[in-house]
């Protein structure tokens, strides 16, 4: 996006060459979104991938789903009272029927929302295969305790959902990509706390243009790029993220432009992100959704 006398984009490898070849006399800047979503999909991708490929292949959704189809029969006359539990508007008791099958329906489809986790920026900022992983090791955890601290008769879908769910969080390649991937976040959030852009707790999306404090966000940058050098074992796992920031730390991190106008001399501050696009694809694929959602019903 050119704004005056600055552009501001992305990493891409076409983006990089055109400008270099037709922009040459004008300052260009990397955008900060870009570079923390780049530098975070090198980090976080593989293991990410491990972690989805061994939900499918486990086939967990689709035994979920088939439970809870199985399950929400067998409570049909109670299913107001579960949506209502699952809203958060009432708390299950002792009163109901089906205590055992209702709680069981309300985790799975409380399971099944994990996407709302999500902030809306997209991988690697959101990672909603992880946190439905999660989700699925709090239910159990949950569900264990049940068991674990009383009768089992009339538990039969707790003990089956219990089960299926067991074999997954067994699985030991699934369980170090979970951990590997973790791990790795906890890093990349720092990096996104010290941007100040794509906030890990923020609610902004795309539409997040970050704090324009540059100085400081250099600073906590370079003190981010300092702690990964400390320690000798982060050196050298992140040698790739830390190569990165300082390829690009120049188009990072520059001084206002100052530039000539009718009205006198104008200080620009560039703009830390090329994000317009990406907001009306993001606008434009939500509405088609919608609009397919009516069509099906």
């Known amino acids: 996006m050119i704004y005056k006398k600055h552009l501001v984009h992305d990493m ?31 980090l976080l991708l593989d293991d990410y991938q491990r972690v989805i490929k061994s939900l499918k292949d486990h086939k967990i959704r689709k035994s979920l789903r088939q439970k809870k189809r199985y399950i929400g029969e067998k409570v049909r006359d109670e299913i107001g009272l579960i949506e209502e539990i699952i809203l958060g508007e009432r708390i299950a008791t002792t009163e109901t029927k089906s205590l055992p099958e209702i709680a069981v329906y309300t985790f799975i489809q409380w399971i099944f929302e994990a996407p709302r986790q999500s902030k809306g920026y997209g991988f690697p900022f959101d990672t909603p295969h992880l946190d439905f992983y999660n989700r699925l090791k709090k239910m159990h955890q949950e569900l264990s305790k049940v068991l674990d601290n009383g009768d089992r008769k009339n538990k039969k879908s707790l003990i089956k959902v219990c089960e299926l769910v067991k074999v997954v969080l067994d699985d030991k390649k699934l369980k170090t990509a979970v951990v590997n991937l973790e791990t790795k976040k906890v890093v990349f959030n720092k990096l996104r706390e010290a941007l100040r852009i794509a906030d890990p707790d923020g609610e902004k999306g795309l539409n997040d243009e970050g704090e324009s404090d540059i100085e400081t966000i250099e600073d906590k940058v370079k003190k981010f790029k300092l702690w990964l050098e400390d320690d000798e074992n982060r050196k050298k796992i992140y040698a790739k993220m830390i190569k990165q920031i300082e390829k690009y730390w120049d188009k990072l991190f520059t001084d206002p432009i100052v530039v000539s106008t009718n009205e006198g001399k104008l200080t620009i501050v560039p703009q830390r992100t090329n994000n317009i696009l990406e907001r009306y694809f993001f606008v434009m694929r939500k509405v088609g959704t919608e609009k397919n959602k009516v069509v099906l019903h």
């Open 12 to 42: 891409g490898i076409g983006i990089m060459g055109a400008v270099k070849e037709v922009f040459q006399n004008i300052p260009d800047y990397i955008c900060h979104f870009h570079f923390l979503r780049d530098i975070g999909k090198d």
